[in-house]
T-cell receptor, first 113, second 118 residues
Framework: GIQVEQSPPDLILQEGANSTLRCNFSDSVNNLQWFHQNPWGQLINLFYIPSGTKQNGRLSATTVATERYSLLYISSSQTTDSGVYFCAVARFFSSGSARQLTFGSGTQLTVLP | DVKVTQSSRYLVKRTGEKVFLECVQDMDHENMFWYRQDPGLGLRLIYFSYDVKMKEKGDIPEGYSVSREKKERFSLILESASTNQTSMYLC?????????????????FGPGTRLTVL
C-alpha cells in the first residue's frame, strides 16, 4: 500500500509565526487531502489538492505530484490553529470508484499566545 | 455544507454487548466510510460502502460488521464488544464526481464517537 510520511511530528510556534508542514507519499495518487483535527476530535477539511496550489485565507497548500510531496503553509498563526494536521492520500481504480484514504501520522501543532 | 452526523459523541459499553454506531449524511453521497483512530496507530479504515447494500472491507474489519440499507445511513456493528475495541470511531462520506478527465472524491468526516468498552 501507499506510505505517507508527515514532518515534523511536533511543532511549537509563537502566535504570528509562519510554518510549513510536509507530506511525502510513496506512489502516484489521485486524491490528496489536508485535514485539521480540533481538540474535540473533529476532522475539518482544509484542502482537496491532488496537484497544484490552492489558498484559503491564511492557509495555502501545494502538491507536486511528480515528486510525490505536498506542503501546507500556515501564515500568521493563531492559537486556534492548534491541533493535529493530517495529510491523507488515495488511489482510484480505473472504474473511478472511491477508494480508502491512507493517513499520515500527523503533525501536532501548538501555537502559543 | 455537507453534514455528517454520528449517533453519539461518547458511549460506554460492557464486554460482550452488541454495539451499534450510526452515521447519517445529508448530501446524497454514494460513498461512506468507517475509521477508527488510536494513539500511535493513526486512522485506519474498518469498512466502506460505495452504494446501498454494498460494502467492502478496509484494513481492520475483524470484529466488525456494517449495514447500509439506505443511501444516507451507514451503521457499524460490534457483534460482541471487547476491550481492544475501545477507540475513537469516525464516519466519513464522499461523492465521486468527474471534473474534466479527473475524478474528485473529497471525504467529509463526522464529529466522532468515543467508545469505551469495560
Amino acid at each position: 500500500g501507499i506510505q505517507v510520511e508527515q514532518s515534523p511530528p511536533d511543532l511549537i510556534l509563537q502566535e504570528g509565526a509562519n510554518s510549513t508542514l510536509r507530506c511525502n507519499f510513496s506512489d502516484s495518487v489521485n486524491n490528496l487531502q489536508w485535514f485539521h483535527q480540533n481538540p474535540w476530535g473533529q476532522l475539518i477539511n482544509l484542502f482537496y489538492i491532488p496537484s497544484g496550489t490552492k489558498q484559503n485565507g491564511r492557509l495555502s497548500a501545494t502538491t507536486v505530484a511528480t515528486e510525490r510531496y505536498s506542503l501546507l503553509y500556515i501564515s500568521s498563526s493563531q492559537t486556534t490553529d492548534s491541533g493535529v494536521y493530517f495529510c491523507a492520500v488515495a488511489r482510484f481504480f480505473s472504474s473511478g470508484s472511491a477508494r480508502q484514504l491512507t493517513f499520515g501520522s500527523g503533525t501536532q501543532l501548538t501555537v502559543l499566545p | 455544507d455537507v453534514k455528517v452526523t454520528q449517533s453519539s459523541r461518547y458511549l460506554v459499553k460492557r464486554t460482550g454487548e452488541k454495539v451499534f454506531l450510526e452515521c447519517v449524511q445529508d448530501m446524497d453521497h454514494e460513498n461512506m466510510f468507517w475509521y477508527r483512530q488510536d494513539p500511535g496507530l493513526g486512522l485506519r479504515l474498518i469498512y466502506f460502502s460505495y452504494d446501498v447494500k454494498m460494502k467492502e472491507k478496509g484494513d481492520i474489519p475483524e470484529g466488525y460488521s456494517v449495514s447500509r440499507e439506505k443511501k444516507e445511513r451507514f451503521s457499524l456493528i460490534l457483534e460482541s464488544a471487547s476491550t481492544n475495541q475501545t477507540s475513537m470511531y469516525l464516519c466519513a462520506s464522499s461523492l465521486s464526481a468527474w471534473e474534466g478527465r479527473a475524478v474528485t472524491d473529497t471525504q467529509y468526516f463526522g464529529p466522532g464517537t468515543r467508545l469505551t468498552v469495560l
